[in-house]
């Protein structure tokens, strides 16, 4: 599904990423943890597209085409996913006017026939109702005066209407009580399926609890230093990330 | 023929941003009648407040000239067309009685080169309350130059907005006089310019009695080389306590060619008021438009979104849905164009 190659990228003089290696099949979910100034939202930047990060060496595959050239809106398009870790508040624009704008536009690209008024606010009314989001949210400018918590439902309302094939979560649990993290997590859950990747970008184990992983990866200046299941995540929640970074040199 | 004399030099305080002279210099035109007759009402024949802001000359101008006298005491639209080579003088007076409420519409086009020196004198008595809107799609080579003088009476409501959406260049000047106590006036603008046009918005606002509110918001939105001007003053008298006075530029700049000139004024006398201004001149944020493209919409159709989100919050104060959502319309089609 996506392969990361020896990826190197930097900010300005800054590297970030130094040759980051990653595999992650169809259906898996992977986990990244690691400590603040590893890389993890630069990986998740430079999945996206954003502008700024200059990807110097490596390739990101998906299905096996070089992603690298492509703009922010045609990885969409093709199935990419991020969940920000912090939403942006776009005063004047409407949830419902952005999410009908994005679901057309993704489906135009992907040579679908764009939805109606009446069956895109049925899809919407269905999925903001599962993560309990009401009406009046969708009436409200995109993210604006939303709660930490509301913001991440509000993420992952927009990937249930997007239908991604891979998904990246930057941070998702950062801000949210325990029973904000749950509704969030149901979320993510019921969007698991054969054909869609996730990559679960996190600090700490917790939202791991919910969003059970199929491989976890940590990683650390810029490059993956140790892989394993599900419970590295626990190991490194009781030792912490300093028994790891000692062997990175 | 028209005489150059007595057209405003950039020289002059108020027109040091809109060089008119320049503009007219190139320009061959003859004054025209369009036939709406002189009537019976008595005109103001000098400019209001000449004495204290001198700046005179057009209005002067447009009575020596005008044959096309409208009065006007109910709600109603008007369309002020020119075609190339016209010089059109026109003339509205605006009367609101005791406690009416009034729409008008005004719808100010043309096409070639053309010059409207137009005057507009709105008078509205206790209690009354109009709705002023002025809908602006000159053609590239068309000059408008525009003085709107405003009477508003104790208790009354002037609610006006302006949307520019083509222009050679337009001088649109507004003169509000506040004269009774609790009386309001709410002036929005938004003006999309594209191209070389340079469009120019100059206000005076009076407050003259206590108790009274004026609000200003303008959304400019610039690109290629276009100019916006946004010159605001207000004026309020010593016996205008409690005044509460609010104005508000916000520009968006989508070209690196597009000049912005931003001047407001306040000018204050009594001692107990609540006033304040601002201005702001900037780019679409990145971050949203990031935001917008990792969903999917494409950066041309991201960009359009963001700035209609930009004017949206002066077109949603208009109460009128047709009118609003036929400015919708017309705005999407400009940033469709030129965005």
Known sequence: MISIKNL???????????????????????????????????????????????????????NGESILDLSPEDRAAKGIFLAFQYPVEIPGVQMTTFLKTAVNAVRTARGEPELNAIDFLKMMKSKAQDLGMSDDMMKRAVNAGFSGGEKKRSEILQ?????????????????????????????VN????????????????????????????????????????????QTLEKSGYADILKDVA | ???????????????????????????????????????????LTHAPGHERYGDTSLWDLNTAQTQDIKFISGSTDVNIHAVDGQMLTPRIIIHVKTGDTLTVNEFLGGTGSYWKNMVVQ?????????????????????????????VLE????????????????????????????????????????????????????????PHTQSHQTYKNVLTGSSRGVFQGKVHVHQAAQKTDGYQLSNTLMLSPYAEMDTKPELEIYADDVKCSHGATTGKLDENALFYLRARGIPLAQAR??????????????????????SLLSDISQWLSDHV
């Not at chain 1, 898996?28 to 502008?51: C, D, F, W």
């Not at chain 1, 930057?170 to 149901?186: H, N, P, R, W």
């Not at chain 2, 208009?318 to 009118?323: N, T």
């Open chain 2, 154 to 209: 104790r208790d009354a409501r002037y609610d006006a907005a302006c949307v520019m959406m083509g222009a050679g260049m337009v001088r649109n000047q507004i003169h509000a006089e506040i004269k009774g106590s609790g009386a309001q006036c709410a002036l929005n603008g938004v003006h999309l310019l594209a191209g070389e046009q340079h469009g120019d918005t100059t206000i005076t606002i009076e407050h003259q009695a």
């Open chain 1, 190 to 233: 019921k969007l698991r399926a054969a054909h869609r990747s996730f990559l679960v970008i996190t600090h700490y184990q917790r939202l791991l609890d919910y969003i059970k992983p199929d491989v976890v990866h940590v990683l650390a200046k810029g490059r993956i230093v140790k892989t394993g299941g599900a419970d590295l995540a």
């Open chain 1, 159 to 187: 990937m249930a209407m997007l239908s991604p094939s891979f998904a990246v979560l930057d941070e998702t649990d950062s801000g949210l009580d325990i029973d904000a993290l749950k509704i969030v997590a149901d979320g």
């Open chain 2, 304 to 325: 359009s979104l963001l700035t209609m989100a930009f004017v949206s919050e002066v077109i949603d104060r208009i109460p009128a849905e047709d009118m609003r959502q």
């Open chain 2, 122 to 150: 709105v008078h509205v008595e206790p209690g009354g309350h109009l709705y002023h809107h002025r809908i602006i799609t000159e053609s590239a080579e068309g000059i408008a130059t525009i003085f709107t003088h405003v």
């Open chain 2, 1 to 43: 023929m028209i005489s150059l004399t007595d057209i405003p030099l950039v020289s002059s305080e108020r027109w040091k941003f809109t060089d008119l002279h320049k503009a007219l210099k190139k320009k061959t035109l003859t004054p025209t009648v369009m036939g709406w007759g002189r009537g019976v009402v008595p005109l």
């Open chain 1, 8 to 62: 190197h990228a930097r900010i300005g003089d800054t590297e970030i990423l130094r040759g980051l290696d990653l595999e992650i099949g169809v259906g898996q979910v992977h986990a990244i943890m690691g400590p603040n100034g590893a890389g993890k939202s630069t990986l998740s930047y430079v999945l996206a597209g954003r502008e700024g990060y200059e990807v110097t060496q490596g390739d990101i595959l998906l």
